[in-house]
Nanobody, 123 residues
Framework: QVQLVESGGGSVQAGGSLSLSCAAS????????LGWFRQAPGKEREGVAAIDSEQRTSYADSVKGRFTISQDNAKNTLYLLMNSLKVEDTAMYYC?????????????????WGQGTQVTVSS
């Protein structure tokens, strides 16, 4: 059974940094894609970043150059390093697993989800 547990959220001032982690188990990284999503109140869930089985990454335009997705397969952990945070980055952040090796940032393509970690950026 796939399990995902996010950590590392919190409150930070604009311009600051946060690093999110997602402890993942029950899946094969060789045949999966992992992603970070976020959802702000009243908004749709947005695909922030994804990393496929070949370690290729993709990012939403809104975070490109500021966020970095990575994974440590030995530790079964997915990371999201967030720099130069903006107020508009405030949201609940979720990690997810797609049981298919190719990249996607569409939430409908993902099979398993964590419970989320809150990120709040203040001005």
């Amino acid at each position: 059974q796939v399990q995902l547990v996010e950590s590392g959220g919190g409150s930070v001032q604009a311009g600051g940094s946060l690093s999110l982690s997602c402890a993942a188990s029950g899946y094969s990284y060789r045949r999966s894609c992992l992603g970070w999503f976020r959802q702000a109140p009243g908004k749709e869930r947005e695909g922030v970043a994804a990393i496929d089985s070949e370690q290729r990454t993709s990012y939403a335009d809104s975070v490109k150059g500021r966020f970095t997705i990575s994974q440590d397969n030995a530790k079964n952990t997915l990371y999201l390093l967030m720099n130069s945070l903006k107020v508009e980055d405030t949201a609940m952040y979720y990690c997810a697993v797609r049981l298919w090796s190719s990249d996607s940032r569409l939430s409908v393509d993902y099979n398993y989800w964590g419970q989320g970690t809150q990120v709040t950026v203040s001005s």
